[in-house]
């Protein structure tokens, strides 16, 4: 039987973008999307969805937008930008529905001046690597007017497998980087933890699985673990994406008067990886930065 619902937009469609097209559509949503990369429009068209060239095309057609870009500038450009949905005539959007993660602040001005525009703005970022999100397995963190998650819901749902209200607009951006942060520093102990146990000579597979059922086991392990042992950099979540993250965490909590030593030594590890051509790889990647950080003897 063909869906009679209204098709979702969807703008972005790198590892996330995907990732949620495919929750998407496997929920029986018709699925709008469009990305400057010809090849990811292409890999959005042999999921079953409806790939056009331009984000006015979608503002025409879609109530619903969902925006999962890679910062700040890019969201606030797609939409209120030259060829943004703001700009396209006849414009059928509403509701915009924001996975990237941003700047709180950033966020909170622009759903200030989208609102005089009858334009609703809600933060809805998950946590989770585009293949947790691909499965349903991520958590969506909602920032934003109640009213607006309501009329959204079944979006959320269908994309997430748990979903928390955290309040107005900022506070989703602000719980997605404080997450980020956890989960990032969850990474860095694994990889220094695997690589201390690889120089021990301590059979490194037996070690993981005592390690996962132990009181050091976080659910990092089970995402990143295997692949840091066998050099598996193929990505679910890149280096950039991180190292863009962090940034954005040490300068809002330079804003708030806070120092974060772990978080910048993190940041610190990232960019060694970035330095050394290891950037577009899987963040597990962060392993290879540990092993090269050994004391040359003599």
């Keep these: 039987m063909q869906d009679t619902r209204s098709p979702l937009g969807l703008i972005g469609l790198g590892l996330i973008g995907t990732a949620l097209a495919k929750r998407l559509l496997a929920a029986g949503f018709p699925v709008v999307g469009t990305d400057i990369a010809p090849d990811a429009r292409a890999r959005l068209a042999g999921l079953g969805g409806t790939a056009v060239d ?25 939409i209120e930008g030259a060829d943004g949905l703001l700009a396209a005539e006849g414009r059928k959007t509403s509701v915009v529905l924001n996975f990237a993660t941003c700047d709180p602040d950033r966020m909170v001005a622009l759903a200030g001046r989208l609102a005089p525009r009858g334009l609703d703005f809600l933060e809805t970022p ?10 349903g397995e991520a958590v969506c963190l ?33 719980a997605k980087l404080a997450t980020n942060l956890i989960l990032g520093l969850n990474r860095a102990a694994l990889a220094e933890g695997l690589v201390y146990a690889e120089v021990l000579g301590l059979p490194l597979d037996a070690f993981f699985e005592a390690a996962r059922n132990s009181a050091a086991y ?81």
């Excluded at 503002?59 to 619903?64: M, S, T």
């Excluded at 998950?126 to 499965?135: E, F, I, K, M």
């Excluded at 749902?157 to 748990?162: D, L, N, P, R, W």
């Design 54 to 78: 331009t984000v006015a095309e979608i503002a025409r057609r879609c109530e619903r937008v969902l925006i999962a870009v890679f910062n700040s500038d890019q969201v606030e450009s797609v």
């Design 126 to 135: 998950l946590s989770g690597a585009s293949d947790q999100v691909a499965r």
């Design 142 to 174: 909602v920032g934003g007017d109640e009213a607006v998650l309501g009329a959204a819901r079944d979006v959320v749902e269908a994309v997430s497998g748990k979903h928390y209200f955290l309040g107005p607009v900022g506070n989703g951006a602000k």
């Design 218 to 298: 976080s659910q990092a392990m089970d995402v990143k673990g295997r692949k840091m042992i066998t050099r598996d950099f193929s990505t679910a979540g890149k280096v950039v994406q991180s190292a863009k993250d962090f940034a954005l965490i040490l300068q809002t909590a330079r804003e708030q008067g806070q120092t974060l030593p772990f978080a910048a030594a993190y940041a610190e590890a990232m960019a060694g990886c970035i330095a050394a051509g290891e950037g577009d790889w899987d963040n597990s990647a962060i392993v290879e930065h540990v092993r090269r950080a050994r004391i040359r003897k003599g």
